[in-house]
């Protein structure tokens, strides 16, 4: 059965770094696109990047320049670099599957298979 475990995710200072890691497995990882949300409290949860089969990436505005979205398909793992964290970058992070083929990325409804999440807070 499809499975997908993030890890990485604590408390750290503004101005820090995290680096969450999504490992996925019972599907060929190589073949989907994967995307990351988030969900802070209180809140929508939001779309923060995505990394299609060929390795290009999209980002929302807030996190361009600062988070990196990457891929190791030998190990069915997607990673994303937190980078100059913010006290509004504090929510809860999830790598999502999606369900394929040509589909507006930043839609939740177009990806099947979550994570449980990962809590990633930023102290001012």
Request: aromatic residues 14%; charged residues 20%.
């Amino acid at each position: 059965q499809v499975q997908l475990v993030e890890s990485g995710g604590g408390l750290v200072q503004a101005g820090g770094s995290l680096r969450l890691s999504c490992a996925a497995s019972g599907f060929t990882f190589s073949t989907y696109a994967m995307g990351w949300f988030r969900q802070a409290p209180g809140k929508e949860r939001e779309f923060v990047a995505v990394i299609r089969r060929s390795g290009i990436t999209y980002y929302i505005d807030s996190v361009k320049g600062r988070f990196i979205i990457s891929r190791d398909n030998a190990k069915n793992t997607v990673y994303l670099q937190l980078n100059s964290l913010k006290p509004e970058d504090t929510a809860v992070y999830y790598c999502a599957r999606t369900s394929g083929g040509a589909i507006d990325y930043r839609d939740f409804r177009n990806y099947d298979y979550w994570g449980q999440g990962t809590q990633v807070t930023v102290s001012s």
